[in-house]
């Protein structure tokens, strides 16, 4: 009998919410990178028919581009689309323990509030829901995530902007 073969497939997507401001810095040969964690929500009902939330905090790592549209543009509440894969990395503690914690590197971010940013003539545009990819060279808009809302979220997105 043949070995199974199990397909090499590592990647997430996720939405949420900034729950703090990002952590931006350099590494020692200057490349940007920035962390950051999002709160993803759950709504459920449970066996009492009420409506609960669950929280899913994650962090998230993007370099690059990508690390600086997030220095740019994201702060504690912001709300993003993350698409890219799972890493786990290992480092040492203050005491000299090993910590290892699992978190998505960032190949994608949209970012679904509003922003203004500024022309090099000094105008502002207003551009929503923002896509940047750590390959970009170049901001587009998309506005492709606003099908997977439900009115109530639209409404939501439109009181937070």
Not at 2 to 22: F, Q, Y
Not at 100 to 117: D, P
Not at 139 to 158: H, P, R, V
């Amino acid at each position: 009998m043949a070995e199974l073969k199990m397909p090499e497939l590592n990647s997430v997507i996720v939405a949420g919410n900034l729950t703090k401001d990002p952590v931006f810095r350099q590494t020692s040969n200057n490349t940007p990178v920035v962390n950051f964690h999002i709160a993803a929500n759950r709504r459920y009902k449970d066996s009492n028919n009420q409506w609960q939330e669950d929280v899913c905090y994650v962090g998230v790592v993007a370099w690059n581009k990508l690390a600086d549209s997030c220095r740019d543009r994201l702060k504690k509440g912001s709300a993003v689309l993350i698409d890219g894969e799972l890493q786990s990395r290992t480092f040492k503690t203050e005491d000299g323990k090993n910590r290892t914690i699992v978190e998505i590197k960032a190949k994608r971010i949209q970012f679904l509030n509003k922003f203004n940013k500024t022309q090099g003539n000094g105008e502002s545009t207003n551009n929503n829901n923002d896509v940047v990819s750590e390959s970009d060279d170049s901001d587009y808009e998309d506005n492709s995530f606003d099908k997977f809302l439900t009115d109530e979220e639209s409404d939501l997105m439109k009181d937070n902007s």
